[in-house]
């Protein structure tokens, strides 16, 4: 399909790139707000950490290879799990699924920025800076040392004196920030921000996704952030909050944790499902089967993992009737978990399958997931969870949900927008190579985790003895992960290869479906020439939407003047008014720095400094949201 810009005249076109291109200059790449840079920053910058938590994995498994090997020792080894653990989780997954979201949201609902582009600059820097100040930690030997959640009393100042967990509680805190504004960012702008026409249940799902994705994070995070507080002030100043000699409960923390936890097991694998939905219709030729179904599906997920928490706690002796409650609860979550994957296999099945790499991922997806979906369904019942709790079978049931339901589907992502993204095609065969040792990989990996689990291995150990039937497996493990390792390299490979050498991408090379398609690859810095409206669940195989933005396109959908968008009704999509968007801004870096060095001072009791930093950062913040003389103008 041709680019859809007959409605805007040459003028037109023009005056756009005048108001929304940003020169490259050393001064734009530190003060842009464009979705589509930030979006792309997220995803390179979440990468770097995937690739920092993975040699943590690799070294882990290598020393795990053999029994008694000493090539890391016992403090290494439990800075390296947790470092793992905690990056993966915080620092890859979602942060990832955000670049995602940050780079597609706007182009899926027809507009030409996110809701609040400074903010989502700033959700960036924080971001950037919270992840380096946690790994700046691990070269000094002060990295985390608790497990990724953490556990009370094994993290108090007096069993775990030092920096560790310090740099853990203030680097979650930092990162929260981040969070927070990006979810918030997300709801407005699928909310507020959809093309005319575009009524809420014409959003694709990967939109969905994403909304009921920062729902979770504004309901969830909270809770993990008081808990975090609440431990550095127990650290720090003797707060009390989880000593029971000074009033406190132990059993608090992990309440807290699990109540952010287990919503957070979605919030990462959420927008992955969303991913699925996006790439199928484009590889089976027709829309995912059951629209209405798999969005109910998602809202209920999306309550329901809040009502499941205690399944990580069945073993600290809760009240008989809460097994009970939890127990059935984990077990309902499993009916919306399966209502979409029968939705995908439904539309695989009555589709006409385009065998590429991303459906292969897709496919690696669906198997990977069922396989820790099952696992997961035997934990829920409380008695075998409290037989194999705190075993590496757990270790395996976690691996194959989040490689099965955020790596895979962020695999197929890659492939799938790379083209969108940097206007290059990649080399199919590399792609097919790199499935299938990283799809051959993880299973070889993490399958045996099962058995030596169920043999009785303890997860975080360090080492173990010979002649406990875990010693072959263990080996069979390692080199499953360097095979993982390599074939992760072979999607490096190829996205390098795709930049550099890729044939130029056509804007619609897999004739998706969403409004993403209908723009150029790379699409120009204000997305659409003109606004499409929007007829249908598939705009972009529907014809009117390209009629829509041809000749006869009213100047409202036009907005060439200033740096303009529509506004539209939350429900309908009903086209409300124009509104004036930010030009970039240097607020955004300097509020993050500020934040920065306030964590950083708290981080080694430079309160002075602290409080500096905390005054600085009300001028920011001040200075930033002082009205300005644009408010006024707008009509
Ligand atoms: C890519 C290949 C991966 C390998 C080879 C790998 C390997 C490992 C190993 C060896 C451990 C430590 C087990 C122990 O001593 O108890 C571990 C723990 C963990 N991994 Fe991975 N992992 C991989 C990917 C991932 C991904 C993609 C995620 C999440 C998105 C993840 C999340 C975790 C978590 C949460 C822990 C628990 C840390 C803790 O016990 O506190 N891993 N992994
Ligand atoms: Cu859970």
Excluded: C
């Excluded at 070294?59 to 403090?75: C, F, I, K, V, Y």
């Excluded at 995070?221 to 132990?250: K, T």
């Excluded at 599906?297 to 999306?302: D, F, K, L, S």
């Excluded at 669940?537 to 390209?546: C, F, K, N, S, V």
Aim: charged share 10%.
């Amino acid at each position: 399909m041709d680019t859809p810009a007959a409605g805007a005249d040459p003028t037109d076109r023009e005056r756009l790139a005048e108001n929304w291109t940003e020169r490259p200059s050393l001064r734009s790449w530190l003060t842009t707000v464009d979705h589509k840079r930030i979006g792309r920053r997220y995803l390179v910058t979440a990468g770097f950490f995937f690739a920092l938590a993975g040699i943590s994995a690799l070294l882990m498994r290598t020393q795990l290879a053999n029994p008694g090997s000493d090539l890391l020792s016992p403090q290494q080894y439990n800075q390296l799990f947790t470092m793992h653990g905690t990056a993966m989780i915080f620092l890859f997954a979602t942060p990832m699924l955000f670049g995602f979201g940050n780079f597609l949201v706007p182009l899926m609902i027809g507009s030409r920025d996110m809701a609040f582009p400074r903010l989502n600059a700033f959700g960036y820097w924080v971001f950037l800076f919270a992840g380096l100040f946690m790994w700046a930690s691990l070269p000094f030997g002060a990295a985390p040392n608790g497990g990724w959640f953490a556990y009370v009393p094994l993290t108090s100042v007096q069993d775990s004196p030092g920096l560790h967990l310090d740099v853990y509680t203030l680097g979650l805190l930092f990162l929260g920030i981040s969070t927070t504004a990006g979810a918030i960012n997300f709801i407005v702008t699928a909310l507020k921000m959809r093309a005319p026409g575009m009524s809420l249940n014409r959003m694709p799902l990967f939109v969905w996704a994403i909304v009921a994705t920062a729902f979770m994070v504004i309901f969830a995070l909270p809770a993990l952030n008081v808990d975090n507080a609440m431990l550095f002030l127990d650290r720090r100043f003797g707060a009390g909050f989880f000593d029971p000699a000074a009033g406190g409960n132990v059993l608090l923390w992990q309440h807290l944790f699990w109540i952010f936890g287990h919503p957070d097991v979605y919030i990462i694998v959420m927008p992955g499902l969303g991913i699925v939905s996006a790439v199928l219709p484009a590889f089976t030729r027709r829309g995912v089967v059951g629209y209405p179904l798999v969005v109910l599906a998602i809202v209920a997920i999306a309550i329901i993992s809040f009502g499941v928490w205690a399944h990580h706690m069945f073993a600290v002796g809760l009240p008989q009737v809460s097994y009970g409650f939890f127990s059935a609860a984990s077990s309902i979550i499993t009916i919306p978990s399966g209502i979409q994957i029968f939705a995908w296999l439904a539309t695989m099945l009555l589709g006409r399958l385009v065998l590429r790499t991303p459906l292969l991922f897709v496919i690696g997806f669906i198997v990977t997931f069922v396989l820790g979906g099952v696992t997961g369904a035997m934990f829920a019942l409380t008695a075998f969870d409290q037989q194999v709790t705190d075993s590496y079978f757990v270790v395996a049931h976690f691996h194959y949900v989040l490689v099965g339901g955020a790596l895979f589907p962020i695999l197929a992502g890659i492939y799938y927008w790379l083209p969108k993204i940097t206007g290059r095609m990649y080399a199919e065969r590399l792609g097919r190579w790199a499935f299938w040792l990283v799809f051959i990989g993880m299973h070889v990996t993490f399958f045996p985790m099962h058995l030596y689990g169920l043999f009785g291995m303890p997860r975080r150990v360090y080492t173990y003895p010979a002649g406990l039937d875990w010693d072959g497996w263990n080996l069979v493990s390692t080199v499953g992960a360097y095979v993982l390792a390599v074939g992760l390299l072979l999607v490096l490979v190829g996205v390098v290869h795709a930049v550099r050498r890729g044939r130029p991408a056509p804007p619609d090379p897999w004739g998706g479906d969403t409004l993403e398609w209908s723009t150029d690859s790379p699409p120009p810095a204000y997305n659409f020439p003109v606004i499409p409206r929007v007829h249908s669940l598939h705009p972009t195989w529907d014809a009117r939407t390209a009629e829509s933005t041809g000749p006869g396109a009213t100047a409202d959908r036009i907005l060439s003047a200033g740096r303009r968008t529509p506004l539209t009704s939350e429900l309908d999509g009903r086209y409300e008014r124009p509104v004036e968007m930010p030009e970039a801004s240097g607020k955004p870096l300097v509020l993050a720095l500020t934040l920065l060095v306030l964590f950083t001072a708290l981080l080694f009791a430079w309160y002075p400094v602290a409080a500096a930093a905390v005054a600085v950062v009300a001028g920011t913040v001040a200075g930033w949201l002082w009205p300005g003389r644009r408010a006024e103008a707008r009509t």
